[in-house]
C-alpha cells in the first residue's frame, strides 16, 4: 500500500487549503484513513479519522474548521481546512489501517502565514 499526499502549501491566516491522499495498492475490505500533523518542535498528533463507511472523527482543536471525507472509488481521501491559523503551520501526514497495519504518506507542507 502507498500513499501520496498533495496540497499543502503557503496561505495566508483565515485562508483555505485542500488535501489530498491518493491510496494505491492492495486495499480490500474494510480500513480507516486519517490526517495527521507534526509541527516544529512537536509531537505528531491527529486531526480526523474517517471509516470507509464515512463515520468520520476529530480532534477537539479541529472539530468546526477542518472537514474529512474520502471517495472510495477513488482511494482518495481529503482535508478541508477553512479559517487557517499560523499555528496550523506543520507537516500533515495521511494514515491508512488495513488489517492491523499503518501505513503512512510522506507528509506535505502546510504554511501560515501572518
Not at 482543536?61 to 472509488?73: L, V
Request: net charge positive; aromatic share 10%.
Amino acid at each position: 500500500v502507498q500513499l501520496q499526499a498533495s496540497g499543502g502549501g503557503l496561505v495566508q491566516v483565515g485562508g483555505s487549503l485542500r488535501l489530498s491522499c491518493a491510496a494505491s495498492g492492495s486495499i480490500f475490505g474494510g480500513n480507516v484513513m486519517g490526517w495527521y500533523r507534526q509541527a516544529p518542535g512537536k509531537q505528531r498528533e491527529l486531526v480526523a479519522r474517517i471509516t470507509s463507511g464515512g463515520t468520520t472523527n476529530y480532534a477537539d482543536s479541529f472539530k468546526g474548521r477542518f472537514t474529512i471525507s474520502r471517495d472510495n472509488a477513488k482511494n482518495t481521501m481529503y482535508l478541508q481546512m477553512n479559517s487557517l491559523k499560523a499555528e496550523d503551520t506543520a507537516v500533515y501526514y495521511c494514515n491508512l489501517r488495513h488489517l492491523g497495519f499503518d501505513y503512512w504518506g510522506q507528509g506535505t507542507l502546510v504554511t501560515v502565514s501572518s
